[in-house]
Nanobody
């Protein structure tokens, strides 16, 4: 089993920044890919960014150039640095882990509890 605990969400004004953290524990050796999804009110959960065990990253089109996903293997933590935030970035952000991949969503084996990010205009 793998446990994911997110932190770092909150309320920020448009143009501001936040950094989300996802602490990973348990059978970490089984995980190949990590990522962040977000779910806006009334919308489906969509992928924001992913990172593999080898460090390869991918981003959703709406966040490219603004968000950066990274991992600290020594701390077993994955980060999402979010810059130039706008109200469309509002939602619950979920950390995801997969033994093979985290995209598509059905490949996710473990989810965090989610952390709320609210961007005011």
């Amino acid at each position: 089993q793998v446990q994911l605990v997110e932190s770092g969400g909150g309320l920020v004004q448009a143009g501001g920044s936040l950094r989300l953290s996802c602490a990973v524990s348990g059978s970490i050796f089984s995980i190949n890919a990590m990522g962040w999804y977000r779910q806006a009110p009334g919308k489906q959960r969509d992928v924001v960014a992913t990172i593999t065990s080898g460090g390869r990253t991918n981003y959703g089109d709406s966040v490219k150039g603004r968000f950066t996903i990274s991992r600290d293997n020594a701390k077993n933590t994955v980060y999402l640095q979010m810059n130039s935030l706008n109200p469309d970035d509002t939602g619950v952000y979920y950390c995801a882990a997969g033994r093979l991949a985290v995209v598509p969503q059905r490949g996710v084996d473990y989810w965090g509890q989610g952390t709320q990010v609210t961007v005011s205009s």
